[in-house]
């Protein structure tokens, strides 16, 4: 079974943006459109969205709500999302408006209780989403870093039942110079629950270099990747990048 690829949607004030770095003002508005975006990711022949409401992760609540509903009107793979979902009634919300899977984030690492109450209410349908920065934990989107390693928040939720570990490394998101693939595979290795991997990519190179990376570890253990800004600059073309992560 090949790997899957998610395209990446972060939503800004209605709009589909990439930020570097995870910072609000260095920001690339690429649509005013999201369930346009979101359509053409999937006529593309994508199987999966990855969905952000940044001023959500930052404002600690759901503030992108209308563009999150008109990308879940628009198609019918399924969306994963995350942004300022802290509780089990907004959880509950968004799975019961049609997202598939739920990411928490912030709420991980602040409320690991709350994760694993959603994992077990839900099962399949949380995923992890850890943030990190030289290796620390950082949440609040991305405002805050913490004291603790991306590795012992994963392992906090081994038995939780969570779908997926999102590993996203902040210091390579948007800037186009690839996976951090030591770290992704590292991380992996160490816990059970698959991850999907996530900063950096840049070209078509970097993902044949993430597959090899991945296959020389066996099956399993990475279930895919998000792309953003090489995917919307042009740099990666979708269907060349479907064909190579599934082949």
Not at 80 to 103: F, S
Not at 173 to 191: H, K, R
Not at 199 to 213: C, E, H, N, P
Not at 214 to 241: F, K, M, T
């Amino acid at each position: 079974m090949g790997l899957k690829l998610y395209p990446a949607i972060d939503l800004k004030d209605g709009a589909c943006v990439r930020l570097r770095r995870g910072e609000m003002d260095d920001v690339t508005v690429y649509s005013q459109d999201p369930g346009a975006q979101a359509r053409a990711w999937q006529d593309a022949g994508c199987g999966w969205l990855h969905v952000v409401d940044l001023n959500g992760a930052f404002a600690g609540r759901p503030v992108n709500a209308e563009a999150v509903r008109a990308i879940l009107a628009s198609v019918t793979i399924p969306v994963q999302l995350g942004g300022g979902i802290r509780n089990m009634a907004g959880i509950e919300a968004w799975l019961a408006a049609g997202v598939r899977r739920v990411i928490l984030g912030s709420a991980a690492a602040k409320n690991p209780a709350l994760v694993k109450q959603a994992c077990q209410a839900h099962p399949g349908r949380i995923a992890v989403g850890i943030d990190a920065r030289d290796g620390f934990v950082a949440t609040e989107g991305w405002a805050e870093t913490s004291s603790m390693k991306a590795l012992d928040l994963a392992l906090r939720f081994e038995d939780a039942g969570a779908a997926a570990i999102i590993y996203t490394d902040i210091s390579r998101d948007g800037m186009l110079s690839g996976l951090n693939l030591e770290q992704t595979i590292d991380l992996a290795f160490q816990i059970s629950t698959p991850v999907i991997a996530s900063g950096g990519v840049g070209s078509l190179a970097d993902l044949a270099a993430f597959k090899i990376a991945v296959r020389s570890q066996g099956p399993g253990l990475i279930d895919g990747v998000i792309v953003g800004r090489a995917l919307y600059d042009g740099r990666v073309d979708v269907r060349a990048a479907l064909a190579l992560l599934t082949g």
